[in-house]
């Protein structure tokens, strides 16, 4: 079945610093995969979603790059924010597999000052 | 626009007992989930609707959990009986199809004791 891996579940980095929170996913077919974020006492919500046409999909300063021979979906920044503290979910959407969305175990992100 | 909405916010129950958390999609998705969400395990799939047909009841969850779709804008979670484990915060979240945004409730914390 449809499967989302984050290896890390706890990132902790100086303001400033760049960001990188990994995503990997198992799938049969070809899905759309997500970034959700979480703000403390808040609801999960959209940050990313991957293109079909390969493009890559930026907000608020984060973006990340589906590649397929990987099966990864890595979210990155240039430079943290304090605001930028909060957890983070990947997640998959596969259309022709089942229609369910899969999120994996989240990635919290601490940034200090 | 109404978001999702959950009630209750909090349930504190004691174990063995029937509870019932409500959910109320956004109005025209046809998608329709039951998260549980916990620090170890992140958001693990409880249920999922598409157009009021279950397609999924979690597998593992199956027991003593039950999800209902009575009408495309309601939607219950019962667990029967509670268990101090099922302690979590459980989600319901709506979509308009498949690899489109998925939109969140605030949740229903949850406390078995």
């Known amino acids: 079945g449809d499967s989302v891996t984050q290896t890390e579940g706890l990132v902790t980095l100086t303001e400033g610093l760049p960001v990188m929170l990994n995503c990997t996913y198992q799938?049969?077919?070809?899905?759309?995969l997500f970034w959700y974020v979480q703000h403390l006492n808040e609801a999960p919500k959209l940050l990313l979603k991957s293109f079909t046409d390969n493009k890559r999909p930026e907000h608020q300063g984060f973006h990340a790059t589906l590649h397929k021979s990987s099966s990864s979906f890595h979210l990155q920044k240039s430079s943290a924010q304090l605001s930028d503290s909060a957890l983070y979910y990947c997640a998959l959407s596969d259309g022709t597999g089942g229609y369910k969305v899969v999120f994996g175990s989240g990635t919290r992100l601490l940034v200090s000052p | 626009d109404a978001g999702v909405t959950q009630t209750p916010r909090h349930e504190v129950a004691e174990k063995g007992q029937t509870i019932i958390l409500k959910c109320e999609p956004v109005s025209g998705h046809n998608d329709l989930f039951w998260y549980r969400q916990t620090k170890i395990q992140g958001l693990e799939l409880l249920s999922y609707?598409?157009?009021?047909?279950?397609?999924?009841d979690g597998g593992a969850f199956k027991d003593r959990f039950k999800a209902e779709m009575l009408n495309s804008s309601f939607s219950t979670l019962k667990i029967q009986p509670t268990e101090p484990k099922d302690s979590a915060v459980y989600l319901c979240?709506?979509?308009?199809?498949?690899?489109?945004?998925?939109?969140f409730g605030k949740g229903t914390r949850l406390t078995v004791v």
């Open positions: 609707f598409r157009s009021k047909s279950l397609m999924e």
């Open positions: 799938s049969t077919y070809s899905p759309f």
């Open positions: 979240a709506s979509s308009p199809g498949t690899g489109m945004e998925v939109f």
